[in-house]
DNA sequence: ATCTATTGTCTCACTTTATGACAATAATTC
DNA sequence: GAATTATTGTCATAAAGTGAGACAATAGAT
């Protein structure tokens, strides 16, 4: 077995489309489960890498933002009735995979992305990989669910870092983007005025000359992470 | 082997003497090998249980306010030659605990302790546990001295939430107690009025009408959490 | 040329925080 | 037992930050 046995990683896969913020779930072949994307650890490679690795093959993006925010380490937390029915819907051998139904510890990433680079790939075992949005996500395998909850409140609690937004938006972006941004992790509105006023102050944007063009009204400035 | 290969748990244990933050570190039969209190999890124990347990058995305190804060997964991070020189130290039968000088995984976490409750043990492999000044940790084996650096971040960030002055102060305090835990935690003096408006605007805390006498000046309110 | 939607900025009221001042008081000293 | 000392709880004022609205500027549509 080259995997250390009884440890995986999930990851919950952020991107923002303009509106709202959105997780990548997967779908298994003919069974109707869906799941967060994760993955085993080699024995010989460190779990950071791991982790790049999958979102990569799944995402096609290298060196996403990465945060590995909190273990879930319930001896109960394994279904080994849906992994069966995954590997058989899949034609694989139950024997060689018997290590796949025992216990877990998991370790729950969350990546920020930008959407628009993004070409979702499923992986050997999945129909289909897709982006949700945050407040539809469908009812997932084992823990995924309180997986996607605990990575969404420690996303709030870090939204004041510049670093969330670097990865959720393209290099240059407007006022508007970043609070749309901000309104779509806090889910809720905030005061236009008051935002930028905030966001200027914190003296961790760079304002440049060109502006955005192509709508029928003054052009916003366009902003990037200092 | 009845431990789940490859992963293991340290802890960083805090305490405040009323002065300063302090740690709890051991140290290794004749080896001067100093390491922050870890273990391992059962096949079929859950980490929190895992922890909680060996928390207790070298504090002699049950439910502690444990944070678990960080997956440490270089898988660079082992030292076998060091654990090996603890186990001959001790005796130890090499062939039999050789899956202890592989490569570990280690769930880092945070115990918020109430220093005078505290008698701290050593394990069956250590000298000593003793508390150290957090300004004046030794060299500690393998990554460990990361492993306090990112607690005391960590630590840093959460000092808001009342949960963390609750777990290192006795059930009843003063406001100058409650302000010194802060300063300890975040290195800095802070001002009194200020500080003393901010936590009871709070609403967290509950004044006594007892008084904690014994000092030559105006008895302070006594306060506890709500 | 005029209109429309959105932007950048300003103002004023209100809230929160910083800083210093001061009276209250428990134990100590005389 | 009166004066002293150190520290506490609270207030006053100044400074900084935030909420809510107003308004001029302007790129493209009409």
Redesign the interface.
């Given at each position: 077995m080259k995997f250390?046995?009884?440890?995986s990683y999930d990851c919950v896969i952020f991107g923002f489309n303009g509106k709202t913020l959105k997780i990548l779930i997967l779908e298994y072949h003919n069974t109707g489960l869906f799941a967060l994307p994760g993955g085993f650890?080699k024995?010989?490679?460190?779990?950071?890498d791991a982790v790049n690795k999958g979102v990569e093959e799944r995402t096609g993006i290298k060196d996403v933002f990465l945060d590995?925010f909190?273990?879930f380490?319930?001896?109960e937390r394994a279904d080994p009735i849906a992994m069966r029915r995954i590997l058989e819907a899949n034609n694989q051998d139950l024997k060689k995979n018997e290590w796949m139904m025992g216990?877990f510890?998991t370790?729950g990433h969350y990546a920020l992305i930008n959407y628009e680079d993004v070409d979702p790939k499923p992986d050997h075992l999945s129909d289909s990989i897709d982006w949700y949005d945050i407040n539809s996500v469908p009812k997932l395998m084992m823990d995924h669910n309180e997986i996607v909850d605990r990575a969404l409140e420690v996303l709030r609690n870090n939204i004041s870092e510049k670093i969330i937004g670097m990865n959720l938006l393209p290099p240059k972006f407007t006022m508007k983007q970043l609070q749309q941004v901000f309104e779509a992790i806090l889910d809720q509105t905030l005061r236009r005025t008051s935002f930028q006023r905030k966001m200027l102050s914190l003296d961790i944007l760079q304002r440049h000359e060109k502006l955005f063009e192509g709508k029928a009204h003054k052009a916003p400035y366009l902003y990037s992470f200092k």
């Open positions: 250390i046995p009884n440890l650890i024995k010989n490679q460190s779990l950071q590995q909190q273990i380490g319930d001896p216990r510890i370790v």
